[in-house]
T-cell receptor, first 117, second 114 residues
């Protein structure tokens, strides 16, 4: 079974600085997707960024980028120029891509990010 | 922009009572999910639903749970006889497909069992 681990329960960053959130996962599959979701205090989860395992190039979305290391099974999220609105809980998630998969997401424990003004 | 909606936002019930949590997924989506998040813990998969049937369920999703898509728009989660440990935030999600397709989450229903 696949597992996702986020070893940093809490992180803090100064506004305008850069922060990296860590995520590792365990799987025997070769084809899968990885996601970072943001859950602000309003509780609704929002997709931040996704990475296809077959792509070597790291995904980027504006101030958000990932460092995907397939061999190491590591998938970290870098937030540049942190803003107060980035304060939230961040979840790393895994999704299989084998034929017939149901699309369920497997989540890590989450990292609470505090942004200090 | 289309969004997933859930009602009620907060439900308080007594142990042993039945509850129905309602979700309206995005209209052209085909895959539907329920997840649960106990306060302070990670989000856990409960069940996936496709083509009018359950496609996968977790070990949490026992005989006390059921899902239904009664009218082609609503997607409901029923807990027949609630327990204290069912207290959690329940999220509905929908997706147009699997693979890398985004799952869109609703705002959640906070269920409190007393």
């Amino acid at each position: 079974a696949q597992t996702v681990t986020q070893s940093q329960p809490e992180m803090s960053v100064q506004e305008a600085e850069t922060v990296t959130l860590s995520c590792t996962y365990d799987t025997s599959e070769s084809d899968y997707y990885l996601f970072w979701y943001k859950q602000p205090p309003s509780r609704q989860m929002i997709l931040v960024i996704r990475q296809e395992a077959y792509k070597q190039q790291n995904a980027t979305e504006n101030r958000f980028s990932v460092n995907f290391q397939k061999a190491a099974k590591s998938f970290s999220l870098k937030i540049s120029d942190s803003q107060l609105g980035d304060a939230a809980m961040y979840f790393c998630a895994y999704r299989s891509d084998f034929s017939g998969n149901t699309g369920k997401l497997i989540f890590g424990q989450g990292t609470t990010l505090q942004v200090k003004p | 922009e289309p969004e997933v909606t859930q009602t009620p936002s907060h439900q308080v019930t007594q142990m042993g009572q039945e509850v129905i949590l309602r979700c309206v997924p995005i209209s052209n989506h085909l895959y539907f999910y329920w997840y649960r998040q106990i306060l302070g813990q990670k989000v856990e998969f409960l069940v996936s639903f496709y083509n009018n049937e359950i496609s996968e369920k977790s070990e949490i999703f026992d005989d006390q749970f059921s899902v239904e898509r009664p009218d082609g728009s609503n997607f409901t989660l029923k807990i027949r006889s609630t327990k204290l440990e069912d207290s959690a935030m329940y999220f509905c999600a929908s997706s147009v497909g699997t693979g890398g397709r985004e799952q869109y989450f609703g705002p959640g229903t906070r269920l409190t069992v007393t």
